[in-house]
């Protein structure tokens, strides 16, 4: 329902209260048209990291891209 400018109302929806460890996930313009979130969990999150950014890379070159 409009409830004003950039605004919308709505009503009727049921839900659950958050959990005592509630996160939260922050949207802005970047200035790239996509973006891509990867997470990672358990044990050797760093080689984790490190294994994704090379693949990541190298998808990218091969697809004739290269990181800005």
């Given amino acids: ?3 004003g400018p950039d605004r919308v109302r709505i009503d009727g929806v049921r839900g ?3 959990p005592p460890t509630l996160k ?3 949207t802005r313009l970047g200035g790239w048209r996509n973006e891509v979130v990867f997470v990672l969990t ?3 999150i760093e ?3 490190r294994l994704v950014e090379a693949q990541f890379d190298d998808a990218l070159e091969r697809g004739g891209a290269r990181r800005p």
């Fill in 1 to 3: 329902t409009p409830d």
């Fill in 16 to 18: 659950e209260a958050p």
């Fill in 24 to 26: 939260a996930g922050l």
């Fill in 42 to 44: 358990g044990l050797d």
């Fill in 47 to 49: 080689a984790k990291a």
